[in-house]
C-alpha cells in the first residue's frame, strides 16, 4: 500500500545519490550508519598518503591483494595485538561487502551453511544469500550482552555450518559488545566444530 502526500519542498537527495554538500548541515542522512569523517586529522592522512604515492607511478599499479607497504602495517597491527601476523596473509578489499563476498565463494558454494548472528547487518546477509548459501541464525544473548556461546557451541555442532560470521565489536545493529571471554569461548567452538570463523571489524 502506499499514501499520497501533499507537495512539499523537493529532497536534497534521490535513490541512491549521497546527500550535497550543502544539505549536511540541515538534513540527518538516515541511510548511512557513518558519521562524517573527523576533520582535520582525515585532510593531513590524505596528504601524507598523497606524498607515499609518486614511487607507484612508475609500476604497474595492480596490486590484487593490496599495496605491500599497506599489507605490512595491518599486520604489524595484528601482531601488536597478540596475534603473530605476515603481511602474506593479509589481503586488502574494497570494504567489508567485498571482503565477505571474497570469503563466501573462497569457502562458501551454492548449499552451504553460513551461521549468523540474529539479527545481523541485512545487507551482509542478502549477499550470502545471493552467493547460494543457507543462513543458520543464532539468537544473541538476552539484553545485548554479546553471544549466547552454548548456543552458538549447539548450532556448530548441529547444523555443522562452513563459516560463521559475526560482529564482536559494537554489533550491528544491536550495538552489543562481545567480552574476552565469549571471544574465547567462541573461538574454541568453531575450533571444534571444524567452522570458519569470521570476525567482522568494521
Known amino acids: 500500500s502506499w499514501t499520497a502526500v501533499p507537495a512539499g519542498n523537493p529532497l536534497p537527495a534521490r535513490g541512491l545519490e549521497p546527500l550535497p554538500p550543502e544539505a549536511l548541515g540541515s538534513v540527518i542522512d538516515l541511510g548511512c550508519a557513518a558519521l562524517p569523517a573527523p576533520e582535520p586529522w ?71 551453511r553460513i551461521a549468523v548472528e540474529s539479527p545481523s547487518y541485512a545487507n551482509i546477509l542478502q549477499l550470502m544469500r545471493e552467493a547460494g548459501a543457507r543462513l543458520v541464525p543464532v539468537a544473541m544473548a538476552e539484553g545485548l550482552t554479546g553471544w549466547d556461546v552454548d548456543r552458538w557451541r549447539q548450532v556448530l555442532r548441529d547444523a555443522a555450518p562452513r563459516i560463521a ?16 571471554d565469549q571471544r574465547r569461548r567462541l573461538v574454541d567452538a568453531a575450533r571444534s566444530a571444524g567452522t570458519v570463523l569470521v570476525a567482522d571489524e568494521t
Open 42 to 112: 582525515l585532510t593531513r592522512a590524505v596528504q601524507g598518503a598523497l606524498e607515499e604515492l609518486p614511487p607507484y607511478a612508475h609500476t604497474h599499479g595492480d596490486y590484487p591483494a593490496g599495496l605491500p607497504a599497506l599489507r605490512a602495517m595491518i599486520a604489524e597491527r595484528y601482531t601488536a595485538r597478540g596475534i603473530p601476523t605476515m603481511p602474506e596473509q593479509i589481503m586488502v578489499t574494497t570494504g567489508a561487502m567485498g571482503a565477505i563476498d571474497a570469503i563466501c565463494h573462497l569457502f562458501g558454494g551454492r548449499g552451504e
Open 165 to 180: 560470521y559475526v560482529v564482536a565489536d559494537f554489533h550491528n545493529p544491536t550495538g552489543a559488545l562481545a567480552d574476552d
